[in-house]
């Protein structure tokens, strides 16, 4: 009984995303893209296109990716020296 | 048991200097081919746990790795503040392959110490 | 075509993986979905991700998986008589075809990266399965051996197997519980055995 309410729950909530992803209109303009596919090159010296966005264009973005995993680890490191032993 | 293990440290042993020469690779060659810091960081993060799979010794000095890590990342946040944000990017173009391969390279190191340190620390410490 | 292939045996792949008793077994099955996803990446032209993918969720989740397993896990065995009134440990390890058994349990116990904690008392079954500390009681009444074990564990299956193999001569019963081995549940599943 549980288990087919979980499943039911699960295909409702899959047709449900299914259902937005449908409606769903691509937000950044299309002008955007084909100048970052078109001038990467010229403009970050980079020939993969990914590598040229997310250390150039997005700079902030991996910053904040960094510092993230900094954070996490930070605090792991922090909370496990409380209870765990050497 | 330990004709299973013998197997598997001996095949460890021989792939270990070729994966390592991978992770290196996929970082260094980030801005050509796909990669990146990113994936060659944990490229060679799995390596290191791989490592612990076969033979579980504690050899990681856990504070200093961490150390290295915070350090790196301040060079994370300065390289890009000092060529990126600035005027230099568009005055000295020639700068930008090495800066490419020098993002990656640090985020490589960094993601690989981090990953690293976690399963470490999970492993040995934690009870 | 491929990609639908793919598709489907990604399906395929997560059921099995979420259906599968071994632990073991179900994090290769992990492994390989992601190994999978990552191939339907490579169709969706994307590289990038591709590499993520295989690196970080077919290697290193599969490898902290298996590190998660590695660690020790206690396995607590309760061995009770109520005839004893003093429990000896010397008499019961010893030399007896009882203590043969408790051994080859431990033995099991240890090939399967368990660590196996012994424990003998004179207490009643109702009082040692009241703690619900114990992963499996072992009752000897009589002549008769019965072992109460959960039902969802796959270590009990293989250890059921195994003594009734080697052990019929010590008149071994099994008695499966539901998801835990407390008191309600060993009364339920000997309400059901009688």
């Known amino acids: 009984m549980r288990r087919a309410l979980i499943i039911g729950f699960v295909v409702l909530l899959m047709a449900a995303v299914l259902h937005a992803a449908n409606r769903y209109v691509d937000a950044a303009p299309q002008e955007l893209a084909e100048y970052y596919v078109e001038s990467f090159t010229e403009d970050t010296g980079a020939r993969n296109a990914v590598a040229a966005i997310y250390l150039n264009y997005r700079i902030y973005d991996t910053l904040f990716e960094a510092l993230i995993l900094l954070a996490a680890i930070t605090a792991m490191l922090h909370f496990f020296e409380i209870g765990g032993k050497k | 048991m330990t004709e299973e293990r013998s197997i598997v440290s001996v095949v460890t042993g021989l792939l270990y200097p070729y994966v390592v020469l991978f992770g290196i690779y996929i970082i260094i060659n980030g801005h050509h081919t796909p990669g990146g810091g990113f994936q060659g960081g944990a490229i060679l993060a799995a390596l290191f746990i791989g490592r612990y799979i076969v033979d579980p010794t504690n050899d990681l000095p856990i504070t200093r790795a961490h150390l290295i890590e915070k350090a790196i990342f301040a060079a994370i946040v300065i390289v890009p503040a000092g060529f990126i944000l600035t005027v230099a990017a568009q005055r000295v173009p020639a700068l930008h392959e090495p800066y490419l391969v020098a993002m990656n390279l640090l985020i490589g190191v960094k993601v690989a110490i981090g990953l690293t340190i976690v399963v470490f620390r999970y492993a040995f410490y934690e009870e | ?194």
């Open chain 3, 1 to 194: 075509m491929i990609e639908v292939i793919l598709l489907i045996a990604l399906l395929g792949l997560s059921i099995l993986a979420i259906e599968g008793r071994i632990m073991r077994v179900s994090i290769i099955y992990l492994g390989t979905l992601s190994l999978l996803m990552s191939f339907l990446y490579l169709f969706y032209n994307a590289p990038d991700v591709a590499i993520a993918e295989a690196v970080m969720a077919s290697g290193l989740t599969t490898l902290l998986f298996l590190t998660a397993l590695k660690r020790y896990r206690v396995y607590r065995i309760c061995f009770t008589n109520e005839a004893f009134r003093r429990v000896n440990d010397r008499y019961i390890f010893e030399g007896t075809r009882r203590g043969a058994l408790l051994h080859e349990i431990e033995q099991f116990c240890i090939a399967r990266e368990l660590e196996p904690q012994v424990v003998c008392t004179p207490e009643s079954l109702d009082v040692v399965a009241g703690t619900g500390r114990y992963d499996l009681i072992i009752r000897q009444e009589g002549e008769e051996l019965r072992v109460y074990g959960s039902r969802e564990n796959y270590f009990v299956d293989e250890l059921e197997v195994l003594l009734i193999l080697r052990y019929h001569d010590l008149n071994v019963r099994f008695i499966r519980s539901g998801d835990e081995t407390d008191g309600d549940s060993i009364a339920e599943a000997e309400g059901e055995a009688s």
